[in-house]
């Protein structure tokens, strides 16, 4: 029932995704309804990625810290009311993944026999995302702070992975832990590479942006990430059901201008 409803959600974030790209992402490239602008600027950014799998079976986990870096362009279109509007893109290397919370019945950490230690487990893997976003921000363009959101499609291209353990993973001690996955099928799992080379989903960011005059823009953001594909098949003959990547991003962003728009009401 759950997977059911599961599957009904998804199809429906399909779905409206689909409508933005269709619409209101070329609205936001093309109409200029409001006041004209004509900006370009382009930059860096950089931040610190705690992500996860939703898993079904589900797996216990920890937030994954990763980094990401890349590069962004923006153009900025109009100012309609008092929303500035501008479409936003992104190329970035990421880090994300899973971190397993291996934890008994006590809710303690699962100690390791042979080593004294605690039993870990975590999975990196290694993307290219490319982020479009419409942007809406509210403040000052050429002095000072400005607030912003944008939101808009993502999708991301597999590059490689890599595991960090300390334990015998081919014979994990089911006996300590507490896990709705049997034994073998455990050790199955450690061993299960990325089938879905190709990730897409929809992201959503809070901002706020400070403009110096002939430094630039300099921005704080946090982002959220949800992932609409898999990164394992779900048919019933495969193991997962449901193996979709969601992350939190605190993010810095440093842009100059390219082209700047001779307009004396800009402030």
């Given at each position: ?8 959600v ?9 409508v933005y790209?269709f ?12 006041e ?16 996860s799998?939703?898993?079904v079976?589900?797996?216990?986990q920890?937030q994954?810290?990763?980094k ?8 900025t ?5 008092s929303?500035?509007c501008?479409?936003?893109a992104?190329?970035?290397y ?6 397993e919370?291996?934890w008994d ?6 100690i390791?026999d042979?080593t004294g ?6 999975r990196?893997?290694?993307y ?8 809406l921000g ?10 912003y959101f944008?939101i ?8 490689s992975?890599k595991?960090k ?7 994990p ?9 049997s034994g ?6 450690y061993?299960?590479?990325v089938e879905?080379?190709f990730?897409y ?6 901002g706020?942006?400070f ?8 921005m704080?953001?946090?982002?959220y990430y949800?992932?609409?594909g898999?990164?394992?098949?779900n048919?019933k003959r ?5 193996s979709n990547?969601?992350?939190?991003v ?5 842009l100059?201008?390219?082209v ?8």
């Open positions: 029932m759950a997977y059911r409803m599961y599957n009904k998804q199809r429906r974030v399909k779905r409206t995704l689909l790209l619409t209101f992402l070329p609205l936001s490239l093309c109409a200029q309804v409001g004209y602008r004509n900006e370009l600027a382009v930059g860096v950014n950089g931040g610190l990625t705690m992500s799998v939703s898993f079976h589900e797996i216990p920890n994954l810290l990763g990401t870096f890349g590069l962004t362009l923006r153009y279109g109009e100012k309609y009311f929303s500035i501008a479409v936003v992104e190329v970035n990421a880090q994300i993944g899973w971190d919370r291996i019945v006590n809710d303690d950490p699962v390791n042979e230690l605690a039993e870990e487990y975590s990196v893997i290694d290219i995302q490319v982020p479009v976003f419409a942007r509210w403040g000052r363009e050429r002095r000072g702070l400005q607030a944008q808009g499609p993502q999708i991301g291209f597999y590059l992975e595991t353990t300390n334990f015998d993973i081919d014979h001690n089911m006996a300590k832990r507490v896990s709705v996955i073998p099928k455990y050790s199955n799992m061993h299960m590479p879905n080379k990730d989903g929809i992201a959503g960011a809070l706020v942006e403009t110096a005059p002939k430094l630039g823009h300099f704080v953001e946090g982002r949800f992932g609409l898999n990164i394992y098949g048919s495969d193991f997962f059901s449901k990547i969601q992350n939190i605190i993010k810095a962003s440093y100059f201008d390219l700047k728009s001779k307009n004396p009401k800009i402030k």
